[in-house]
């Protein structure tokens, strides 16, 4: 068989069709009325104790954000009004070391980094300050300064920190590195704090989106009078391919966070390399040498399919040097052609299950789409990967049909910083 058509039969599988994206979206509301009840469920529909903003939050507060690939420490000034300063922010490297040992280590790690960042900045040097604690990963709250650690996911694993109140596990670090100065008043998932970010300047707002790493959505319940978060990374009951369940098998958390290992920048290089090399293996794709940054896991990310998508040039120039560059001189127009095709078919599917997942959330607390929803969106999946954007908002018309249109994804970056203060203050207030 030609590689095309081989191709061909492998777009079927990974086609969303409106009819498919119905399904998903009642089995998501199945899930999610489960899991609001405590019953077994993919969604775990966890409580944050935050509401939604007011928009009139004042005052300087330190926000720090873990769950991405770095570590990330800002200082937000709220101006009430709807208004906030431009953050001052500062990144620190997570190296696997830190996110594979100990809770210890990690938690030290992150002492060390905002000491660091209080001694480089005069306003909260020597200084009593409230932090705002984005921390990204499913944790079972008990109220707006604590909460259990669930699961670890986007590969970390550092051990002695499932089962135990994060918040604590942060404040006993800062004691260790001598910051009696700094108080941790809230704990939010990202999702939360891009939520609230983005509620912040716009009240059609209430839903939140992270494509990134990971990915996961919230929203606001009215009956329970606060942000749920979904979880919804974890969400299974929909129909995998051969090449997802390689990537699950793979993994360092095989069974959980299904949908997350379909969408999110983590993984969809993954699941790039594995039909790359079902297409080497029949002799269909670079039949004369395997390139080897396909060879070992991890190594082909998500950024790489988003340069490789970006070409538009007749002869894939940038594709060509991508691939010369990782030690396949000798790759034909064809090679190229076929590469990038795969790209855009797995990109093209994130982006179709995304807004399924956000139709999902939104029909969820308005079925007939009677009003105006605006989705607060972080994460460089939907920031950075080329036509991202675009392909959600063409599959929001695609499968959402003409109510759709009451339905703005809106770009809210650095809304898991920004939001994370704002939280701070909301509980400073209460
Ligand atoms: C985590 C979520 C988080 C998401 C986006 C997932 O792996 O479980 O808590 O919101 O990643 O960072």
Sequence with gaps: MDPYTYLKRIEHEFRIAPGAAQALIKSFHGEMRKGLARRKSSLKMLPTYVGRPSGNERGTYMAIDLGGSNFR?????????????????????????????????????????????????????????????????????????????????????????????VVALLKEALSRAGLDDVTVTALANDTVGTMV???????????????????????????????????????????????????????????????????????????????????????????????????????????????IEEDRSPSLGRVKEFLSSNGLAKNTYDDRALLRQICRM?????????????LAVITFMDPALRRRHTVAIDGTVFEKYYGFKNMMRQSLKYLGGIRARRIKLALTKDGSGAGAAIIAACADSA
């Design 73 to 165: 420490v800002l200082l937000v000034t709220l101006k009430g009004g709807g208004a906030m300063s431009r953050p001052v922010s500062a990144k620190y490297r997570l190296d696997k070391k830190h996110i594979t040992s100990t809770g210890q280590r990690l938690f030290d790690f992150i002492a060390r980094a905002i000491k660091d960042f209080t001694c480089r900045h005069k306003e909260v040097a020597d200084k009593h300050v409230e932090v705002g604690f984005t921390f990204s990963f499913p944790v079972k709250q008990r109220g707006i300064a604590s909460g259990v650690l669930k699961s670890w996911t986007k590969g970390f694993s550092a051990r002695g920190v499932i089962g135990k109140d």
């Design 197 to 307: 970010a983005g509620s912040y300047r716009d009240t059609d707002c209430d839903v939140g989106v992270i494509l990134g790493t990971g990915t996961n959505a919230c929203y606001p319940d009215a009956n329970k009078d606060m942000i749920i978060n979904t979880e919804w990374g974890n969400f299974n009951k929909l129909r995998t391919t051969r090449f997802d369940n390689e990537v699950d098998r793979s993994s360092r958390n095989p069974g959980q966070q299904i949908f997350e290992k379909m969408i999110s920048g983590m993984y969809l290089g993954q699941v790039c390399r594995f039909i790359v090399l079902d297409l080497i293996g029949r002799g269909l794709l670079f039949p004369e040498k395997r390139p080897a940054i396909f060879s070992r896991p991890y190594m082909f990310t998500a950024e790489h399919m988003s340069l």
């Design 346 to 358: 797995i990109s093209g599917r994130a982006a179709r299950l995304s807004v399924a997942g956000v």
